[in-house]
T-cell receptor, first 114, second 113 residues
């Protein structure tokens, strides 16, 4: 049973470009969470999604950031017009409908904006 | 609103010595408590969790933690550490319902030979 898969592991973008981060949850998991870890800081909640629904986006920046979890395929975190301050590690976690309090984390995507 | 304070940003310790990583939380409601470990350039791995029941929780790799409601603490302990325990440790809380975790800033455990 594969764990949470994130790709790419490392992503380099120039300022102004778009970044797309992908997350495939564990098999059977219908809940996906995105967290951001800035250098030397803990993880900060960004958004919680179920299939085709955004449940809680209270941690998402108001502009340039969006997330989706379509009926088919991975969850996508999209950052438009990236800036240097977006450089961080972005982690995805997933949980099962019956165990929403236990989430399993992916290895993260490390975004570097140059 | 909940918050988590990890009192030590770095903890150096010699191999085979005991260690305690401190975590305090604040919340006006009941919370669930977690400890995660992050090895360099890796994701987070769940060490242990407290949802209810016994206040002493045992986790993987010989770690345990004790929930103390009166002191709002959830300190992580290991009686004898190994070099391989060198990593970043994060304490986190959630209100339950779904896994919206509030993390502390982390404690870097450095085990020296």
């Amino acid at each position: 049973n594969a764990g949470v898969m994130q790709n790419p592991r490392h992503l380099v973008r120039r300022r102004g470009q778009e970044a797309r981060l992908r997350c495939s949850p564990m098999k059977g998991h219908s809940h996906v969470y995105w967290y951001r870890q800035l250098p030397e800081e803990g993880l900060k909640f960004m958004v919680y999604l179920q299939k085709e629904n955004i449940i809680d986006e209270s941690g998402m920046p108001k502009e340039r950031f969006s997330a989706e979890f379509p009926k088919e395929g991975p969850s996508i975190l999209r950052i438009q017009q990236v800036v240097r301050g977006d450089s961080a590690a972005y982690f995805c976690a997933s949980s099962h409908l019956d165990s929403p309090d236990e989430a399993f984390f992916g290895q993260g995507t490390r975004l570097t904006v140059v | 609103a909940q918050s988590v304070t990890q009192l030590d940003s770095q903890v150096p310790v010699f191999e085979e010595a005991p260690v305690e990583l401190r975590c305090n939380y604040s919340s006006s409601v009941s919370v669930y408590l977690f400890w995660y470990v992050q090895y360099p350039n890796q994701g987070l791995q769940l060490l242990l969790k407290y949802l209810s029941g016994s206040t002493l929780v045992k986790g993987i790799n010989g770690f345990e933690a004790e929930f103390n409601k009166s002191q709002t603490s959830f300190h992580l302990r290991k009686p004898s550490v190994h070099i391989s325990d060198t990593a970043e440790y994060f304490c986190a809380v959630s209100r339950g319902g779904y896994n919206k975790l509030i993390f502390g800033a982390g404690t870097r455990l450095a085990v020296h030979p």
